[in-house]
């Protein structure tokens, strides 16, 4: 007999063996057909110019954390959107129940709307790409490698 600790220890296994069973049989099943294209570097899409030895914009990271506080604060929605039409909850309360609710809700989607217009004024949200910089460093690659690189990869 198994305990508690016995069955969950037993499920985990289990799932790991066929999540290494799976990418095993999908690895022995896939076509490998490399080639120069496949083999370049892949950055979201666009083709890589300059140097690799530049700093990234900070930007990014500024739009990146605003999405992720409003992605979190829409997960309050969705308890609130089940608790709202508790038929229960309004019998009992005339009605007021609805009420509360939504005034709750167009309070905290007021708040989320004055975050966002700060932001937007601030200029946090504004895309501008910066200009490409040489770095001014001395290396022990010389830059005329890296300037093969580039012209390697860049479109002419």
Do not use: C
């Given at each position: ?14 799932s ?11 690895w ?42 409003f ?17 229960q ?6 009605g ?61």
């Open positions: 007999m198994l305990s508690d600790f016995g069955i969950v220890l037993l499920a985990i296994i289990l790991a063996i066929a999540v290494l069973a799976v990418l095993g049989i999908s022995m099943l896939r076509p490998s057909k490399p080639n120069e294209e496949k083999l370049t570097t892949y950055e979201s899409g666009e083709d890589p110019i300059g140097n690799a030895n530049v700093q990234f914009n900070v930007k990014f990271y500024i739009v990146a954390l605003i999405f992720i506080l992605d979190v604060e829409l997960v309050f929605l969705f308890p609130w959107a089940t608790v709202f039409g508790n038929k909850y309004i019998q009992q309360t005339n007021l129940w609805g009420w509360f609710t939504i005034a709750e809700m167009f309070i905290f989607i007021g708040i989320l709307a004055l975050g966002l217009a700060y932001v937007w004024a601030k200029g946090y949200l504004d895309w501008v790409k910066p200009e490409y910089r040489t770095p001014k460093f001395k290396g022990k690659v010389p830059i005329e490698m890296y300037n093969q690189v580039n012209d390697k990869y860049t479109d002419k």
